[in-house]
């Protein structure tokens, strides 16, 4: 499924959108993603790629790809463009799995994830980073009054795709876009960045590697409660869960909610850690292999996926189980729920509801009592800050299955 102005949607997630592809379960699909901050430096990551140049297409006279983000597509509030920059990610999809209905379960095994290309530099791919407005660290800067947001740009040697390696960095300055409204910081995305504007600092000389760990920061099947929602704040149907540990040979379930499943996945990033504290992991055009399973309800399937409700990530070692400040949020804070999320979201909650859906995916995986699975719960599961990037917070819980030791073998099955 490659990535063109075609098989993109930008900043949202949609049950209403028409797929671009359709697969039966079981099936594996090779996906290319974009990521939306290549027009940080055009050169090295949009010029010569005949994708993303129709994705980034925009001339004073027109936009391939129009909306971005869940706003009004007139830019009414803002004025910033259609979609207002109510989300930012460029998604590849929907994909439409045959037989998927809402209560089932999708299955999304990742097998492999690698860089795109760059087309300008051959045996390079590049990508960037950036100290946001929107970041952790944005009001506690060292100089409280030189408030900036910052630009990384990385490369990495397809040779051996290991580690990244900081280039340059710049600092933003107020940029035009070609529809000629003035963005004084980064509140639009995929803005073409006018390098004749900002200042490199080079870095190549740093010494500095960054270990790769790729994965795509947003996986979603469509939500059930609205018809346009934001693709920043993730929810119990995925999106923006930014946890760098859906990687190569990590499985990711998720609760299916319409029809068809509809998955998406973008955000690329070659790299993270834990609270993408100044806002932005190493954001990267990435291209994955995947399988796609699905498991019905009503049919006997492992018992760590009855009622499923949230994010459920399984590697070969650990069980993640991911927990967000408001794990629906688009039914539970009402109608200007996908504003109010980013006003009301708190570690205290994220950690609250991951303790709960910890406590619960223990005692029903391995039959084990509530008394039980708190000992175990405090001396072998990592209770982790996933982000506190996306409006809303997320909270993991990580244990590995060999504490269950013989267990791990004799897992209940039962219907859904």
């Given at each position: 499924m490659p990535a063109t102005a075609e098989t993109v949607h930008w900043g949202f997630f949609s049950r209403s959108l028409p797929p671009v592809l359709r697969v039966d379960p079981g099936d594996s699909v090779t996906v290319e993603t974009l990521t939306q901050h290549a027009g940080d430096d055009w050169q090295r990551m949009v010029a010569g790629d005949s994708g993303a140049e129709s994705v980034f297409d925009w001339s004073p006279e027109h936009k391939r790809v129009d909306r971005r983000g869940a706003g009004p597509a007139n830019a009414s509030i803002f004025g910033r463009g259609a979609g207002e920059g109510f989300g930012v990610h460029i998604m590849t999809g929907p994909i439409y799995v045959r037989g998927a209905e809402p209560g089932d379960v999708l299955e999304i095994e990742f097998v492999e994830i690698r860089p795109r290309p760059s087309a300008a530099f051959p045996g390079k791919a590049f990508a960037s980073n950036v100290s946001a407005w929107w970041g952790y660290q944005y009001h506690d800067l060292l100089d409280r009054d030189a408030k900036r947001e910052t630009v990384t740009i990385f490369e990495i040697d397809m040779r051996c795709p290991a580690a990244a390696r900081p280039l340059y960095s710049y600092e933003w300055q107020p940029q035009t876009d070609p529809f000629g409204v003035v963005h004084?910081?980064?509140?639009?995305?995929?803005?073409?960045?006018?390098?004749?504007?900002?200042?490199?600092?080079?870095?190549?000389?740093?010494?500095?590697?960054?270990?790769?760990?790729?994965?795509?920061?947003?996986?979603?099947?469509?939500?059930?409660?609205?018809?346009?929602?934001?693709?920043?704040?993730?929810?119990?149907?995925?999106?923006?869960?930014?946890?760098?540990?859906?990687?190569?040979?990590?499985?990711?379930?998720?609760?299916?909610?319409?029809?068809?499943?509809?998955?998406?996945?973008?955000?690329?990033?070659?790299?993270?850690?834990?609270?993408?504290?100044?806002?932005?992991?190493?954001?990267c055009s990435l291209t994955g292999d995947i399988i796609i399973k699905l498991h019905k309800a009503g049919e006997v399937c492992p018992a760590f996926l009855r009622g499923l409700?949230?994010?459920?990530?399984?590697?070969?070692?650990?069980?993640?189980?991911?927990?967000?400040?408001?794990?629906?949020?688009?039914?539970?804070?009402?109608?200007?729920?996908?504003?109010?999320?980013?006003?009301?979201?708190?570690?205290?909650?994220?950690?609250?509801?991951?303790?709960?859906?910890?406590?619960?995916?223990?005692?029903?995986?391995?039959?084990?009592?509530?008394?039980?699975?708190?000992?175990?719960?405090?001396?072998?599961?990592?209770?982790?800050?996933?982000?506190?990037?996306?409006?809303?917070?997320?909270?993991?819980?990580?244990?590995?299955?060999?504490?269950?030791?013989?267990?791990?073998?004799?897992?209940?099955?039962?219907?859904p």
């Open positions: 004084a910081t980064i509140d639009y995305p995929g803005i073409p960045v006018d390098h004749s504007k900002v200042s490199h600092r080079d870095l190549s000389g740093s010494g500095v590697r960054i270990p790769a760990r790729l994965h795509f920061g947003c996986i979603a099947v469509a939500p059930r409660e609205a018809d346009l929602v934001d693709s920043i704040p993730p929810g119990y149907f995925g999106g923006n869960i930014d946890n760098w540990r859906i990687g190569a040979g990590a499985k990711l379930y998720l609760p299916v909610a319409v029809q068809g499943a509809l998955l998406s996945l973008g955000d690329g990033h070659f790299a993270q850690a834990d609270g993408e504290i100044n806002g932005t992991g190493l954001e409700n949230s994010p459920l990530i399984e590697t070969e070692h650990s069980w993640v189980i991911q927990s967000f400040s408001h794990p629906n949020y688009l039914r539970d804070l009402g109608s200007n729920a996908q504003s109010d999320v980013y006003k009301t979201s708190t570690i205290e909650l994220a950690l609250r509801n991951a303790l709960r859906q910890t406590r619960r995916f223990i005692m029903q995986t391995y039959d084990l009592t509530e008394d039980e699975v708190l000992s175990i719960m405090s001396l072998a599961a990592d209770f982790g800050i996933t982000q506190v990037a996306d409006g809303n917070f997320g909270v993991h819980a990580t244990i590995t299955k060999a504490v269950f030791g013989e267990r791990q073998h004799s897992q209940r099955t039962a219907r």
